[in-house]
Nanobody
């Protein structure tokens, strides 16, 4: 299993970014996928997840601002982030669940850094 994130960067508050995660080494459309993030000094936290069918879930902190999507034909996961806040700063990781249900995330990518300045 290989997960490679891209799209991070530095933006000002209120800006937008789109993260991508290219997956390989397994049958992508059979697994729930998710985004996690980790700010310096904090634990990794769940941001959003999406089942193979496309059913999404979001953390309260990002609901209404972030949109998760997946392209099963391209084995790629996306996270569209709008109205970014300094509190969104951190390393963002793509993750794969144990199966179709969004639990037991046991594979993570290397991460892509998002920095939001005020």
């Amino acid at each position: 299993v290989k997960l490679v994130e891209s799209g991070g960067g530095s933006v000002q508050a209120g800006g937008s970014l789109r993260l991508s995660c290219e997956a390989s080494g397994y049958t992508y459309n059979r697994y729930c996928m998710a985004w996690f993030r980790q700010a310096p000094g904090n634990q990794r936290e769940w941001v959003s997840s999406i089942r193979p069918s496309g059913s999404p879930g979001y953390a309260e902190a990002v609901k209404g601002r972030f949109t998760i999507s997946r392209d099963n034909a391209k084995n790629t996961l996306y996270l569209e982030m709008k109205s970014l806040k300094p509190g969104d700063t951190g390393m963002y990781y793509c993750a794969r669940a144990e199966g179709e249900i969004c639990t037991g995330f046991n594979y993570y990518g290397q991460g892509t850094q998002v920095t939001v300045s005020s």
